[in-house]
């Protein structure tokens, strides 16, 4: 279960690292909730990530995924 593990680890690193951009936070939250088929929370935090600011492929690949699901 290591995308849940994932999803434990990211909430911790927001809680300690004020370095951790909301946005990047929100898009790493979205890639491991997508892994783990819960598609409905992904797109709740795809949609806190501007569109403008989604740069990487996969991330767009799984963004248009998440609102196909």
């Keep these: 279960d290591d995308m849940s593990m994932r999803l434990h680890f990211l909430k911790k690193l927001k809680e300690v690292d004020e370095d951790f951009s909301d946005e990047i936070y929100a898009m790493q939250y979205a890639m491991a909730c997508m892994a783990?088929?819960?598609?409905?929370?992904?797109?709740?935090?795809?949609?806190?990530?501007?569109?403008?600011?989604?740069?990487?492929?996969?991330?767009?690949?799984?963004?248009?995924?998440?609102?196909?699901?």
């Design 36 to 69: 783990l088929g819960q598609y409905e929370e992904a797109l709740s935090y795809f949609e806190q990530v501007p569109l403008d600011k989604i740069e990487k492929e996969v991330e767009r690949f799984y963004y248009g995924l998440c609102l196909f699901f």
